[in-house]
């Protein structure tokens, strides 16, 4: 007993020695500066902190009226969030970062807020907006017409699920935007086909014209946009046009595509139809040369010209009595099953897809317009049981639905 005390007690010494020997380890001096802000009526503090130990930031909370404290930032750009404890082990300078107070403003009702700007438009000091779900007990549900007009610094914003409603260029003026989160892809979550109502038109654009980029007024800078699980639907003309953005990320109850929903998004590489999604309407993504379409689930309403000329490379098929046409003219489609329902496949509906190279059609037969396999180069009588189709009446001579393929009839 006497030796398993003496071990406890040697172990306590080194314990402590070791602990004398670390708080006598070299001093770095760290500056606080509160970056136009206070504390207790200072505008900066210098403090001297052993190497090895912690500057607990929660310790420091300076004030800026007009203003709010979003985060720290040291000499080489690394960002603390304002309770972090920041290991010290050489001399550093911490810089406070504010960003503008959103403005609130009670509705008529005096039942919800909606969100009419900030402490300082012109300037807007934040990385990021994101605007409260609730203020003062109630929730926000709006987001005024031009509320962040001349934002010209902030680079993402987000907004809640509790916002049903965002005016006419919201966010005009806010050219340095690379990334939004948004709650329905327009002004709100009910119109299903308001062409004039979709992305464009929350930075002061029209959209859904076929005027092009000219017309909506977005930011080059903006390559992301992120649609909430409180979207069901993507509306007509959502994304028309929109040249610049790269990548949508679709909430997963999604159910359906609008029309020309992504029309002539030309620099789209990246979306994922989730799994609920099972309706994608005529021309949802026309022209998006670069998109590479992932569909989770399964389609069983689709409109002509759909999925024409991208990248889509894989896709299931519900229950549907036809193929509208040159719904996946120009894709990558590898392999395509024909559900039994199908009784007809539309004018060009595969045209052009090179890497076709099996079509299994579980039907007893299907009746095939012109060019609907035209210049499948890949597909061959061994990926195809021609025995199960019909040639049109139409589709004859230059209009053989397998003209330039490898599938002889």
Same mark, same amino acid.
């Given at each position: 007993m006497k030796k398993i005390v003496s071990v406890l007690i040697v172990v306590l010494l080194i314990a402590a020695l070791c602990g004398i020997l670390v708080s006598c380890g070299p001093k770095h001096a760290v500056t606080l500066d509160y970056n136009g802000g206070e504390l207790k009526g200072k505008t900066?503090?210098?403090?001297?902190?052993?190497?090895?130990?912690?500057?607990?930031?929660?310790?420091?909370?300076?004030?800026?009226?007009?203003?709010?404290?979003?985060?720290?930032?040291?000499?080489?750009?690394?960002?603390?969030?304002?309770?972090?404890?920041?290991?010290?082990?050489?001399?550093?300078?911490?810089?406070a970062v504010w960003t503008s107070r959103v403005v609130y403003t009670l509705d008529s009702s005096g039942e919800s807020y909606t969100v009419t700007g900030t402490t300082d438009n012109a300037a807007y000091l934040a990385d990021t907006l994101t605007v409260a779900a609730e203020y003062s007990g109630k929730p926000v549900t709006a987001v005024a017409s031009e509320a962040f007009k001349g934002c010209r610094s902030v680079k993402s914003i987000n907004i809640p699920d509790s916002v049903k409603e965002i005016g006419g260029g919201a966010f005009n003026g806010c050219v340095s935007l690379t990334s939004l989160t948004l709650p329905y892809a327009g002004r709100n979550a009910q119109e299903t086909d308001g062409e004039n109502?979709?992305?464009?038109?929350?930075?002061?654009?029209?959209?859904?014209?076929?005027?092009?980029?000219?017309?909506?007024?977005m930011p080059h800078s903006l390559t992301t946009v992120i649609i909430s699980d409180a979207a069901t639907f993507i509306p007509d003309w959502a994304f028309g046009n929109c040249n610049y953005i790269e990548s949508v990320v679709l909430g997963k109850n999604i159910t359906s595509i609008g029309t020309r929903?992504?029309?002539?998004?030309?620099?789209?590489?990246?979306?994922?139809?989730?799994a609920k999604c099972n309706e994608v309407k005529q021309f949802a993504f026309y022209g998006d040369v670069n998109a590479n379409i992932v569909?989770?689930?399964?389609?069983?309403r689709l409109g002509q010209y759909?999925?024409?000329?991208?990248?889509?490379k894989s896709i299931s098929?519900?229950?549907?009595?036809?193929?509208?046409?040159?719904?996946?003219?120009?894709?990558?489609?590898?392999?395509?099953?024909?559900?039994?329902? /199908?009784?007809?496949?539309?004018? %060009?509906?595969?045209?052009?897809?090179?890497?076709?190279? $099996? *079509?299994? =059609?579980?039907? #007893?037969?299907?009746?095939?317009?012109?060019? /609907?396999?035209?210049?499948?180069? %890949?597909?061959?009588?061994?990926?195809?049981?021609?025995? $199960? *189709?019909? =040639?049109?009446? #139409?589709?004859?001579?230059?209009?053989?639905?397998?003209?330039?393929s490898g599938v002889n009839i």
């Open positions: 900066g503090r210098d403090i001297s902190v052993y190497e090895g130990k912690d500057v607990n930031l929660s310790k420091y909370k300076p004030v800026k009226e007009g203003y709010d404290l979003l985060q720290w930032k040291d000499n080489d750009g690394n960002v603390y969030g304002v309770d972090d404890k920041v290991r010290i082990d050489g001399e550093v300078t911490l810089t109502y979709g992305i464009p038109y929350l930075f002061g654009g029209q959209g859904g014209t076929y005027s092009g980029e000219k017309n909506n007024k929903a992504f029309n002539s998004c030309t620099a789209l590489t990246d979306i994922t139809l989730p569909v989770e689930g399964a389609i069983s759909a999925f024409a000329n991208t990248k889509l098929l519900l229950s549907m009595e036809s193929i509208s046409q040159f719904a996946f003219s120009g894709t990558e489609l590898r392999e395509i099953t024909i559900p039994s329902s /199908v009784k007809s496949i539309g004018n %060009a509906a595969f045209q052009k897809c090179k890497y076709l190279a $099996k *079509v299994t =059609i579980l039907g #007893d037969s299907v009746t095939l317009g012109p060019a /609907v396999f035209a210049q499948c180069a %890949a597909l061959t009588n061994d990926g195809i049981d021609v025995s $199960k *189709v019909v =040639i049109g009446a #139409d589709a004859t001579g230059n209009n053989s639905p397998f003209l330039g």
